[in-house]
């Protein structure tokens, strides 16, 4: 029985023999792999690009102080994109299962319709959820819009859950008794993580504070926003930087909501103001993209 | 000479199983329209999740040769034109005839047109045919020129396109057209060769089941003798996501059993796809079926992977229930202040306070009230937030649960009874009131800030929350008027009035013109509206019912055209003796005899018949002496006022008309 590193690695090259980059996760919080620049921002122009990564992806509404065998506040998720997506994906991704030690004879897989939304981010795609024996293990999704822009090149993006995934191959009740290695499980490596981020989403996390660095890392990215319309050089201009502004609003907006302190009213409101930074910086960094092309033809 | 066989299949990626239904019908008629023309006809549409198959018949090879008529200058035109025309055409002078059409004289050539090959037209017509499926939301995938690209539910990966023997050629999408199908995903090849007699056999063996009826067939003998709970909806799911479905029966801890059935069945059914298993009582057993898309589990490890997954699912709603005990409903009222009901109609605690006191002013008692003011709360509850789709269920289950009365909990529980035409009524009359108050309330607010549904567009469902009071109001047990529900606004009054018809035509199906006529004699108690309908409808068929409508109408209009628009007294002195008294006469008598049953009444004035008919055959209403003329006038009038209180017998549509 494969362990918890042991499936991930498999898994990370499997697809690194077809041409992926194995990027490592990101270092800014996110709620999900697909918030990462190397998904959000790569499928915007037309250039093909092949890349997977594991992500640890921060949900603060869905931790469970470690109680709860399914529920996490971070799970992780392995994020794949493969831009354009080939035709034979759905084979390819089968024989991701396979590879990881799934005998398909002997499971049953369906794909269900599940089409990924985003309002955040100003995205969706069409796609499915794989599920194996019932289980939901993987989103699979061909984008066809983000940041508000009909994407050139249609990526399919594949995002295995992990945890899932290993406690089927594992057949483990609960998250926490996959073995991550012979020696330590699940919960020896995380379990303290859950418990003590539980209490500081849903009990400690200062509301004002919050709302303040809410506004702030706002404040910088819209700055920026502007600021690059009026920049001279327009090649060197930190799009990267400004991006991350959003990411960080968007955590702080996951964290408000966890708290409570978003009212459903609220909500839309603040949602909409994430919207508008990361649509923003999308367009920006599409246009900064094409002009690069541009002079390089 | 016996046409041609075709079969077209349209190979996908996995189409959601709702879809597939309309987009076949679809594709079958389009081909069928193709064929028409070449003799031929759609004679089988098939359905899997991964393709849509089409079979075709009697196809000749090619399209019948025909004549055809090219008309060129009048024949009035100069030589030269003639000429000219005739050159063009490549035909001598001599050879163009002069046809008479509607718009005169033309030199005309009559050419003989060679029928196109059936292969050919096809060829040329189907890409356009199979990209112009309507489907509910589509996508374009990858293309040199996404601009370019079809939109189709999923990727098309590949086309089988055969016309007898031979290859229809046609490219969608880089995707060629050929006698190569696929199997199942797991079970069969990748690549399989067919020809159009064999690709259903084929498919079998390369573990593919075509027809959906042959799908249905298998998970219904594989449920076999379990006891399941009837789900038609979840067996189309299930044949419509399979391609070679075959059933598997699990089991749960029976501690489970101590959480709500609602919860259980919804985590079964809408999660997980699985039919729930009944005991002979009709209570849930500790048991599931669960359909899989391959042809077994020897060594049950679906079975068992499905049960892991239903434990944890039951596990997170056991955790929901625990922490939801936590705060009472009660207590939880107030953070209804917290949830937005409409950003202009204010939040769930402002909408609780309307609903309470309009709950009230409807007659409900202490029970009723406290159900209205309880009923949102489950929205601030994490089993709802998990489980949308049981609020109100919840909030009930809570309620009993944390020892309200029945009265409170089960009306709490059928607040959003009925949700449809077929959905069950509330169980009592509090549930009537506090599911009445909830939809008048939405209604009422919302037509109050223009919120009123146009065409398609009815974001808020109103129209099926008016259809909910509507079935109330006739089925259940409250007797309210309309007036009380309404209030004084004309627009929501005319929404109901569609709704009331729509309710008692297409739900109840009655005649249009009965409803009419019913509806035109006033329609302030929808439950009295079902009374006089359903006598209408009863005597309608009786010999006199017809020729009086008739006569009523032709009373109507002759009030109409004598500016006739009220009553006054009959001076019976002023009647002529005959016909005109012995109408009087037998007004008098019918009158006396009107009933509180409805029925009975309206055959009574059914025997009005032949009075009113020798009445018409022999008096002139319009006679010189005024005073006689008036009285002639108001005897009509008051006949047909005193006579329409239960129908409106004009609005009857007649064979006579």
Redesign the interface.
């Known amino acids: 029985m494969d362990t918890y590193q042991q499936t991930i690695f498999k898994l990370k090259s499997y697809w690194a023999e077809r041409g992926c980059v194995i990027q490592e996760p990101y270092d800014v919080e996110v709620g999900a792999g697909t918030m990462c620049p190397e998904t959000f921002l790569r499928v915007l122009d037309a250039k093909p690009y092949r890349v997977a990564y594991v992500q640890p992806s921060r949900r603060p509404a869905d931790g469970r102080y470690g109680e709860n065998p399914n529920r996490l506040y971070k799970h992780s998720q392995l994020q794949v994109i493969l831009k354009p997506s080939p035709d034979d994906i759905l084979e390819q991704y089968l024989a991701s299962l396979e590879a990881i030690g799934i005998d398909l004879s002997k499971h049953d897989i369906k794909f269900e319709e599940d089409n990924w939304e985003s309002p955040t981010l100003g995205a969706w795609g069409i796609g499915w959820q794989v599920m194996l024996d019932g289980l939901e293990i993987t989103q699979f999704t061909y984008f066809q819009q983000c940041g508000g822009v009909d994407l050139e090149l249609v990526p399919a993006e594949i995002t295995y859950g992990l945890e899932r995934l290993a406690a089927f191959l594992q057949n483990r009740e609960s998250v926490y008794d996959i073995r991550w290695t012979p020696e330590f499980s699940y919960a020896d490596v995380r379990l303290a993580e859950e418990r003590q981020f539980s209490v500081y989403n849903f009990e400690m996390a200062d509301i004002g504070t919050l709302w303040q660095l809410f506004e702030l890392h706002e404040k910088e990215c819209s700055r920026l926003l502007e600021a690059y319309k009026k920049y001279p050089d327009r090649q060197r201009f930190p799009l990267l930087p400004t991006y991350d502004q959003v990411l960080k609003c968007s955590n702080l907006f996951n964290l408000l909501d966890a708290r409570g302190a978003i009212s459903v009213t609220e909500r839309v409101g603040v949602i909409g103001r994430v919207r508008k930074l990361a649509v923003g910086t999308a367009q920006a960094w599409l246009h900064q993209q094409t002009a690069a092309n541009g002079e390089a033809a | 000479m016996p046409g041609l066989p075709f079969l077209l299949e349209v190979g996908s990626?996995?189409i959601?199983?709702w879809m597939i239904g309309p987009a076949l019908e679809h594709l079958s008629a389009e081909v069928n329209k193709l064929l028409a023309p070449l003799g031929g006809r759609v004679s089988r549409a098939e359905a899997t999740?991964r393709r849509l198959a089409i079979f075709g018949a009697d196809v000749m090879p090619r399209q019948a040769d025909s004549e055809e008529i090219v008309s060129g200058p009048p024949k009035a035109a100069p030589a030269g034109a003639v000429q000219g025309f005739a050159r063009k055409m490549g035909v001598a002078v001599e050879a163009l005839e002069v046809v008479a059409t509607a718009k005169g004289e033309y030199y005309s050539v009559r050419r003989q047109v060679t029928g196109a090959a059936a292969g050919e037209m096809l060829a040329a017509a189907l890409p356009g045919v199979i990209t112009g499926i309507p489907w509910p939301?589509t996508?374009?995938?990858?293309m040199a020129d996404?601009r370019k690209s079809p939109r189709f539910i999923?990727?098309i990966?590949w086309l089988v396109a055969l016309l007898g023997d031979e290859v229809v050629p046609f490219e969608i999408a880089g995707v060629r057209a050929g006698d190569v199908t696929r199997g199942h995903?797991?079970?069969g090849r990748?690549a399989v060769a067919v020809t159009i007699g064999d690709y259903e056999e084929r498919l079998r063996e390369n573990g593919v089941v075509l027809a959906a009826a042959d799908r249905e067939r298998r998970i219904v003998a594989g449920i076999g003798g379990t006891r399941v709970k009837k789900d038609a909806a979840l067996l189309h799911t299930l044949t419509h996501?399979?391609e070679f479905p075959a059933t598997i029966t699990g089991e749960f801890d029976r501690a489970y059993l101590a959480l709500p059935e609602e919860v259980l069945v919804t985590v079964m059914r809408h999660h997980?796809k699985?039919f729930a298993v009944e005991n002979e009582d009709g209570s849930l057993a500790p048991a599931f079926v669960?359909v899989?898309?391959?042809a077994g589990?020897?060594?049950g490890?679906?079975r068992?992977?499905?049960e892991?997954?239903?434990?944890?699912r039951f596990?997170?709603a056991r955790?929901f229930w625990e922490v939801d005990q936590k705060r009472p409903l009660g207590d939880r009222v107030e953070d209804l202040r917290?949830?937005?009901f409409q950003?202009k109609l204010g939040?769930y605690y402002a909408k609780t306070e309307r609903n309470v006191a309009l709950v009230r002013e409807l007659g409900g008692d202490e029970n009723a009230q406290r159900a209205a003011l309880l009923a949102k709360t489950d929205l601030t509850c994490e089993m709802v937030k998990e489980f949308t789709e049981l609020q109100g269920q919840v909030g009930g289950r809570y309620a009993a649960a944390q020892g309200e009365p029945e009265a409170v909990w089960r009306a709490i529980y059928d607040q959003y009874r009925p949700a449809s035409m077929e959905d069950a009524m509330p169980a009592t009359v509090e549930g009537e009131l506090v599911s009445l108050a909830d939809r008048v309330d939405t209604l009422r607010g919302c037509f109050g800030i223009g919120l009123i549904p146009t065409g398609s567009k009815d974001p808020f469902a109103l129209r099926r929350a008016a259809q909910g009071v509507v079935r109330i109001l006739v089925e259940g047990s409250v007797d309210l008027g309309m007036e009380a529900l309404t209030g004084g606004d004309d627009a929501l009054r005319e929404f109901f009035l569609d709704r009331v018809r729509y309710y008692f035509r297409d739900v109840r199906g009655y005649p249009y013109d009965e409803v009419n006529a019913v509806l035109g004699a006033g329609w302030s108690n929808l439950k009295d509206v079902g009374h006089r309908l359903a006598a209408l409808h009863a005597v309608r068929a009786g010999e006199n019912f017809e020729p009086l409508a008739v006569s009523f109408k032709r009373i109507k209009n002759m009030l109409k055209q004598a500016g006739v628009s009220e009553g006054g007294v009959i001076e019976e002195g002023l009647l002529e003796a005959g016909p005109e008294a012995e109408l009087h006469g037998a007004y008098v008598r019918v009158k006396g005899r009107l009933s509180a049953s409805y029925t009975d009444s309206l055959g009574e004035i059914a025997t009005l018949r032949p009075a009113v008919d020798l009445f018409f055959d022999k008096v002139r209403v319009d006679t010189k002496d005024e005073a006689v003329r008036r009285n002639r006038l108001t005897l009509l009038f008051v006949l047909l006022t005193e006579f329409s209180a239960i129908a409106d017998f004009s609005e009857i549509v007649t064979q006579q008309q």
């Open positions: 990626e996995e959601p199983d999740p939301k996508m374009y995938w990858n996404r999923r990727p990966r995903r797991v079970m990748a996501i399979t997980q699985y669960a899989m898309n391959t589990d020897p060594e490890l679906v068992h992977g499905n892991r997954v239903l434990r944890a596990n997170d955790f917290n949830v937005t950003a939040s």
